[in-house]
């Protein structure tokens, strides 16, 4: 079974900080020595998903315009991992944030962690 599990989430007030991570587990995952393909996505209450930050197929990173300067993805050690490190939270981003991974052509997705900012 792969699985992709989200932590980190919560209630924070506007301009603090979280640090949600993703973790890649299962078989499949295991035949991989890493993930090139690892993305965040949010999605908020009559809204379309929309992705937050990922990794270019090139090594770079990317950012939705709405989160540069205040978000940072980065790996973990073992490349089957991510981070999203969040300051200067505000009202704005509060949404549910979804992790995503692609390999041989499927698509997996975490089940999803609140993000709650109150002014």
């Known amino acids: 079974q792969a699985q992709l599990a989200e932590s980190g989430g919560g209630l924070v007030q506007a301009g603090g900080s979280l640090r949600l991570s993703c973790v890649a587990s299962?078989?499949?995952?295991?035949?991989?020595?890493?993930?090139?393909?690892m993305r965040w996505y949010r999605q908020a209450p009559g809204k379309q998903r929309e992705l937050v930050a990922g990794f270019l197929p090139g090594g770079g990173t990317a950012y939705v315009d709405s989160v540069k300067g205040r978000c940072t993805i980065s790996r973990n050690n073992n490349k089957k991992s991510i981070i999203l490190q969040m300051d200067n939270l505000q009202s704005e981003d509060t949404a549910v944030y979804y992790c995503?991974?692609?390999?041989?052509?499927?698509?997996?997705w975490g089940q999803g962690t609140q993000v709650t900012v109150a002014s």
């Open positions: 299962g078989d499949i995952f295991k035949t991989v020595s890493s993930l090139n393909v």
């Open positions: 995503y991974a692609a390999l041989w052509g499927d698509e997996y």
